[in-house]
């Protein structure tokens, strides 16, 4: 029998086959749009965004000079690491390259209820981990709402706004629609759902700029509130001119160890704030090689790039020339370069990042003001 995936936005999720998930839930491929764009971003070029739902409308809408909003929104729950640095890097290529008017949500109201039950720590995780490490990466204040889901806006226009929008939304699904699409439903879903569908279809109300199209960049696991929010977005049509929002897709970046990266286990992440020389000593000790057991056998058969860690992140976010990247890829496939001198090309370029990221992160905490409107 063939087994339908399972998409669960709570769960942890490991996926085999992104091109079959896609098939699956109706998700586009990206490649095709790759053509109509003059600068896409690396992460999309190499296939990291793997899949989207209207991205074209996007497109169509910046062929005519129109303005987007982007948003977005993260769970605090620990360490900043390379999983997440990739939500950042596209979050910034809206802003900067594409010219977009990003919001990002701290989605506290929805860690609360699903994961730390400490709304202080919460804002102290979103602020110096995600904040913190958004701006050293380049996040302008400027075209940037970041907000947290427990306090919209200090404007009480735009604040009832935003929480009438979600107690509306509510009315626009049945609980055996939310039961199909989350399976066991609690209190805490409930309101986290409602909540991140508000989060979504907000940018196009009136006191919010009434922004005609939205895209949501997000980890394949979001994609239930995708559809949920494009289907309630399609029933508001007394209520509000709503577009359906747009989604882009990308994949989870491996673990160290080949499995999950995740912030429960410090061994299987890279976090933006680890030092160099620590950064070097997981990537020796831990991270999943693809290589053979033996020198003569590695000499003989080659590496295997598709499973191998350093690899993986090299392609992913730290080799951006794509000359040298078919360099790398052709040397350890044929088996001339090995996994060690694989891996140290890896730290090279990790340290140096790691190094002047550091250095950013001081200036970035100076600015986080900025941003706390
Ligand atoms: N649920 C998301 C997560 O687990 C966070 C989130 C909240 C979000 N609101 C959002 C993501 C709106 C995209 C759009 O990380």
């Known amino acids: ?46 296939g990291i965004v793997f899949g989207h739902r209207d991205f074209d409308k996007i497109l169509d809408a910046l062929a005519r000079k129109e ?41 506290d109201i929805e860690a609360y209820n699903m994961r730390i039950d400490d709304m202080d720590k919460l804002r102290e995780i979103a602020i110096n ?6 701006i050293a990466l380049g996040l302008d204040p400027k075209n940037c ?29 049945t609980f055996n629609e939310m039961k199909a699409v989350y399976g066991e439903i609690t209190p805490g879903k409930v309101m986290s759902v ?76 890279i976090a933006l704030t680890d030092d160099p020389a620590t950064a070097k000593s997981k990537i020796m000790k831990y991270a999943f090689s693809g290589g053979r057991d033996t020198l003569e056998e590695h000499r003989k058969k080659g590496g295997v790039p598709e499973i191998d860690v350093a690899y993986q992140y090299l392609y992913s976010q730290f080799e951006p020339d794509d000359k040298k990247m078919q360099q790398i890829y052709d040397d350890y496939k044929s088996g001339k370069l090995l996994s060690g001198e694989l891996k140290q090309i890896l730290v090279e370029k990790m340290e140096a990042f790691l190094r002047e990221h550091a250095r950013k992160r001081e200036h970035a905490r100076k600015q986080v003001d900025k941003f706390l409107k």
Not at 129 to 134: G, T
Request: net charge positive; glycine share 6%; aromatic share 12%.
């Open 67 to 107: 303005s987007y909003a982007m948003l977005t929104g993260l769970m605090p729950s620990g360490k900043f690491h390379l999983g997440h640095k990739i939500l950042a890097e596209q979050i910034i290529y809206h802003q900067k390259v594409l010219g977009a008017k990003v919001f990002i949500c701290v989605a």
């Open 129 to 134: 981990e995600y904040l913190v490490n958004y």
């Open 194 to 269: 409602m909540t991140q569908v508000a989060d979504i279809l907000h940018p196009m109300l009136p006191e919010f700029g009434g922004y005609r199209h939205v895209v949501v960049p997000v980890g394949a696991d979001q994609d239930p509130h995708i559809r949920l929010s494009r289907d309630i977005a399609a029933r508001f049509e007394k209520e509000h001119n709503f577009v359906l929002p747009s989604s882009t897709y990308h994949v989870f970046i491996k673990g160290l160890k080949g499995g999950k990266m995740s912030s429960s286990d410090p061994y299987s992440y």
């Open 145 to 173: 709402d970041f907000y947290f889901q427990s306090a919209r806006s200090k404007d009480p226009d735009k604040a009832n706004a935003f929480y009438r929008l979600s107690g509306m939304a509510a009315k626009k699904v």
């Open 1 to 46: 029998m063939k087994m339908k995936t399972e998409i669960n936005p709570w769960g942890s999720m490991e996926v085999k086959d992104y091109a079959k998930l896609r098939d699956e839930f109706g998700i586009q491929p990206f490649e095709p749009l790759l053509k109509r764009m003059k600068e896409p971003h690396l992460l999309m070029r190499r």
